[in-house]
């Protein structure tokens, strides 16, 4: 859980959130959103889900583990997902079309 505070006060400020707006969104109070900057206190599991879900990386990210690049696809077709696979496959193995 190294820098996570760092790491989150970051996140908030790149998306010009206050802490109220992120307390609020989270479900804590602005002191809870402050405290876990200040690396004073940690997240609670629960809390941590909804942290990574409001900043849109993943609870490993937040938590200082070695991550890939995640994308967001929720709102894409299973095709456009399959074609998206493909595109990556065929970068990692330097073919190009």
């Known amino acids: 859980m190294l820098n996570m505070g760092k790491k ?3 996140l908030r400020i ?7 707006q992120v307390a609020e969104r989270v479900g804590v109070a602005i002191s809870a ?3 876990y900057e200040a690396e004073l206190r940690y ?3 629960a809390i941590l889900i909804k942290l990574a879900t409001t900043y849109h990386v993943s609870t490993d ?8 690049f995640t994308i967001d696809v929720s709102d894409l077709a299973e095709e456009d997902i399959a074609l998206l696979l493909q595109m ?3 970068l990692k193995n330097g ?3």
């Open 95 to 97: 073919k190009k079309q």
């Open 61 to 68: 990210y937040l938590l200082g583990m070695p991550t890939g």
């Open 14 to 20: 790149q998306r010009n959130l206050t802490q109220k």
């Open 33 to 35: 959103i402050s405290s």
């Open 8 to 10: 989150l006060k970051e």
């Open 88 to 90: 990556i496959e065929r």
């Open 43 to 45: 997240p609670s599991y």
